[in-house]
C-alpha cells in the first residue's frame, strides 16, 4: 500500500473508480456540503457508478447511485 500513499496514489485510484462519469456529473469540491460529498462518495465506493462505460443508461444509473 505504500506506492499507493501520496497524490500519486490518489491519482490512480482516481483514475479506476472516475473513469467514467456521465455527462453533467460534477465531482463535489472539499468544501461543498457534507451530504453532497456523501453522496458522491457513496456512488464511487459503494456503488462504483463510475467505473464502467453506461453508454445510454449512464443518466439513470448516476441518478439511481445519488438515491443510494
Known amino acids: 500500500m ?3 500513499s501520496g497524490n500519486g496514489g ?3 485510484v482516481n483514475s479506476i473508480y ?3 462519469l456521465p455527462r453533467g456529473c460534477v465531482k463535489p469540491s472539499p468544501d461543498a456540503a457534507f451530504e ?3 453522496m458522491w ?3 464511487k465506493y459503494e456503488h462504483k457508478a463510475f467505473t ?3 453508454f445510454a443508461t449512464e443518466e439513470r444509473e448516476w441518478a ?3 438515491k443510494g
Request: aromatic fraction near 10%.
Open 36 to 38: 453532497e460529498r456523501e
Open 18 to 20: 472516475e473513469r467514467y
Open 10 to 12: 490518489n491519482v490512480y
Open 64 to 66: 439511481a447511485a445519488r
Open 52 to 54: 464502467i462505460p453506461l
Open 41 to 43: 462518495i457513496r456512488a
Open 2 to 4: 505504500r506506492e499507493l
